[in-house]
């Protein structure tokens, strides 16, 4: 099952050589919410470590992960496992930020009339 979650890049760690054939690189992502910011780290691995390049820390971005979950010596582990990492859309949240009177059509000067003239057949009894 794959999630995605936007938010401000904190922090950037360097990629780790965990065997001779494992890599994992992780990053910090800041979830704004409220007055409790959340700190959510994410991890990469193998030829994704990359993908993380070039995003400077404070860039809005949005991040395509999934759940793992795993069992050693009686102990569980989960990772949030990125996949994927792109820049934020600045128009989406423009489009939120709008004002939600310019979705409905101009209001008309009689309202009556033009319900009336667009329901020639309009009754008010439900039987």
Known sequence: MSFEIEGKLHKVFETENKTASFQAREFVIVISEDNYPQY??????????????????????KVHFDLRGREWNEKF??????????AAKAEEKQESKQDPAGE?????????ESIASENKDFDDLPF
């Open 104 to 112: 409905f059509p101009p209001y008309a000067a009689d309202f009556g």
């Open 77 to 86: 582990f989960t990772n949030l496992n990125a996949w994927r990492i792109e």
């Open 40 to 61: 959510i780290k994410f991890q990469l691995t193998q030829d994704k470590c990359s993908a993380i390049d070039g995003i400077e820390p404070g860039s809005q971005i």
